[in-house]
């Protein structure tokens, strides 16, 4: 059967968050399905979709800037069609419509199967808007955006926790996870396309199959994601606290190809903080739960929010204590910003912007220089690397350790020239503050 003849010429920006990634990759999937023809260079797409995030108010004035960057296209390459799709559509999506006339159709989160009805309508002028698509998944072969020796796996979708803080519930809706044998089909198709490293990824994953089992299937989906024989890596990112168990670090810590490796949002360890940012779970169960972890032999990565409404000076020094003490293998954090309509914005006590950005510094500072300290202990160990580039005679990539693109890299030496998704076995001899240096073991 003949390939169908390219149609448009397509480009799309996603901003955000993995999962969106996934989402946007998607939706490349169906557009090329259907015969258009993906870009790289947005001059030349005669349509753009930017995929956009609604998460805080630096992630909506970033999608709301690259839409207008976007429309400058029509000047200055070839664009026809401007479409908006993704998080912030699916929430402001009539205050786009009426405030921003540059784009021609806008798309939720749920509303893909509908991108060609957008599209024609968007060349018949009506400026379409699909924001209330029922919640689902759409399984199909994605465009990979990533490395094709790596790729990201949705699990499920929407979030039940109700942070206080946090819009995702009101933009994503409710929780529900992905049937096992369409989760399990796509990291097998992926896998035998190329992409040993497979990285599980949802708002909460070890909440997965709690809405269709009495417990958590996170342990049964990754013994089973890795009995396939092209996966070499297996990474799980998301998991709340509160719902990582036994099982599931034994998982992690017992299945040869599961990364020890758990990425747990934490957000603050203040009792008081906690309670008003309705997370689940005690600062005791916290510290427990790190140290099982450390026990297992299991590198932690977690997230903290800083000037959380009524956060107090000594109740920050006490999350910086907490830090000092638990010594994060990696660590990210974010000042808090009010979102509108979630209960957070309402309450007393909002910490001024420049109190929360100078605490802010205050707690990298200090994973900075813990950071390095964690990566000088790595010194003089082997780690296997999957290769990811080379830059100035030297090759870089991640251990088993660092997830994709927000942990640090591994730069090494190499015997003879390394191809980008080739593993290599790596001594460490060196450390910087988020990277260590090594050389390639024969």
Not at 20 to 27: G, H, I, K, M, T
Not at 246 to 268: F, M, N, S, W
Not at 293 to 309: E, K
């Amino acid at each position: 059967m003949m390939k169908p003849r390219p149609l448009k010429t397509v480009g799309l920006v996603s901003l955000g968050c993995s999962k969106n990634r996934v989402d946007s990759e998607v939706l490349l999937g169906l557009l090329r399905g259907r015969g258009y023809e993906i870009v790289s260079d947005p001059a030349r797409a005669q349509i753009i979709f930017v995929n956009t995030c609604g998460f805080i108010e630096p992630a909506k004035q970033e999608s709301i800037d690259a839409l207008f960057e976007m429309a400058r296209y029509r000047e200055s390459g070839r664009l026809e069609i401007l479409i908006a799709t993704g998080c912030l559509t699916q929430r402001y999506g009539v205050d786009l419509r009426e405030g921003m006339p540059e784009v021609d159709a806008f798309l939720g989160v749920n509303d893909y199967d509908k991108v060609f009805d957008a599209v024609d309508a968007a060349y018949a002028k009506s400026r379409p808007l699909h924001a209330g698509g029922e919640a689902r998944f759409f399984d199909g072969p994605r465009v990979l955006t990533t490395p094709g020796y790596s790729a990201y796996v949705k699990i499920s979708d929407g979030c039940e926790n109700r942070c206080s803080y946090c819009a995702i519930p009101m933009i994503r809706g409710a929780y529900r996870s992905r049937p096992f044998d369409a989760i399990v089909e796509e990291c097998r198709a992926l896998s035998e396309r190329g992409a040993s490293e497979l990285t599980l990824i949802a708002q909460d994953t070890s909440r997965y199959g709690c809405d269709f089992s009495p417990r958590s299937q996170l342990p049964e989906l990754m013994a089973e994601i890795t009995s396939l024989e092209a996966v070499r890596w297996l990474r799980v990112l998301y998991c709340y606290p509160d719902t990582v168990d036994e099982r599931l670090i034994g998982a992690v810590a017992g299945l040869t190809k599961v990364c020890p490796y758990l990425d747990l949002p934490i957000q603050h360890i203040s009792p008081r903080i906690l309670r008003e940012m309705n997370r689940r779970g005690s600062s005791e169960h916290i510290r427990s739960l790190l140290g099982h972890c450390r026990r297992m032999g299991i590198s932690v990565r977690t997230t903290m929010i800083v000037g959380f409404p009524g956060e107090t000076d000594e109740e920050f020094a006490e999350l910086l204590g907490f830090v000092r003490e638990a010594r994060f293998d990696h660590l990210g954090a974010f000042a808090y910003s009010p979102e509108e309509g979630t209960q957070a914005a309402r309450m007393p006590g909002q910490v001024p912007e420049e109190v929360a950005r100078d605490r802010l510094d205050r707690l990298m500072t200090l994973q900075q220089a813990i950071s390095a300290e964690v990566m000088r202990a790595r010194i003089g160990e082997v780690c296997e690397v999957l290769v990811e580039g080379e830059n100035r005679g030297r090759y870089y990539g991640r251990s088993r350790l660092e997830a994709p693109e927000i942990d640090g890299q591994v730069i090494f030496a190499a015997g003879g020239r390394v191809a980008p998704g080739e593993y290599r076995n790596v001594r460490v001899t060196g450390a910087r503050e988020y990277d260590i240096l090594g050389e390639e073991v024969r």
